[in-house]
């Protein structure tokens, strides 16, 4: 009995102490406001980061991704989902074959004139596509892969080269980059490095972290 009565006699010293912790935690957290001389230290920490350490590349992502609509090609991609035959494999839109078949089936809001100039010149139907067909927005096929991949893998003129590629590599997915890369004899740097990116780190540079 005695030493259930101490047991019980702890607990409750234990709670209390870890009341009376908590509540001086936030007393305090709550009346400190930062200082002058702790902003001074900040940026003399700073200062001193940078100056012993240089960056291996510097990234401005507002001279590669210059409107809010290129960031799309920095989000995760969301295809299109097959659904009672709703659509074929992406990779149908980077060849030759079945022709306009699901295009009768994607809904209008996807259904735009990009897509449908896309299925023209894939097929046959037109020879070269408007200049600034991979610049202008929407950059993304229905299928979730960029317009640029899909005709840089359909290897049909003039867009069959890296020479071409490299121009555009802006508007491919940041997603697709490790495969155009492989074409390549020596890739450009900041595609490089932005190929390497794993999903956090994206997901910290469209959150501005990065």
């Keep these: 009995m005695k030493e259930m009565r101490l047991n019980f006699i702890i607990v409750l010293l234990t709670i209390f102490i870890a009341f009376v912790a908590g509540y001086y935690a936030l007393f305090i957290q709550d009346r400190y406001t930062v200082t002058e001389e702790d902003v001074t230290q900040i940026r003399e920490i700073?200062?001193?980061?940078?100056e012993n350490y240089s960056p291996l590349l510097i990234i401005n992502f507002n001279n590669i991704y210059r409107t809010v609509d290129s960031f799309e090609l920095l989000r995760p991609v969301v295809s299109i989902k097959k659904s009672n035959g709703f659509m074929g494999h992406a990779?149908?839109?980077?060849?030759?074959?079945?022709?306009?078949?699901?295009?009768?089936m994607w809904p209008n809001s996807i259904r735009g004139e990009k897509a449908i100039l896309w299925e023209e010149f894939r097929c046959g139907h037109r020879r070269v596509l408007p200049s600034n067909f991979f610049s202008a927005p929407p950059y993304l096929h229905p299928s979730g892969m960029s317009f640029a991949f899909h005709a840089?893998?359909?290897s049909k003129y003039p867009y069959n080269n890296t020479q071409w590629a490299e121009k555009e590599l802006a508007y491919f997915h940041i997603s697709e980059l490790k495969q155009v890369k492989a074409s390549f004899d020596r890739f450009p740097a900041v595609f490089e490095f932005l190929s390497r990116l794993d999903a956090d780190a994206l997901l910290s540079i469209l959150k501005g972290r990065g």
Excluded: Q
Excluded at 46 to 50: C, E, G, S, T
């Design 46 to 50: 700073k200062r001193k980061f940078n």
């Design 91 to 104: 990779n149908i839109y980077s060849t030759d074959s079945e022709c306009f078949t699901d295009m009768k």
């Design 152 to 154: 840089f893998k359909l």
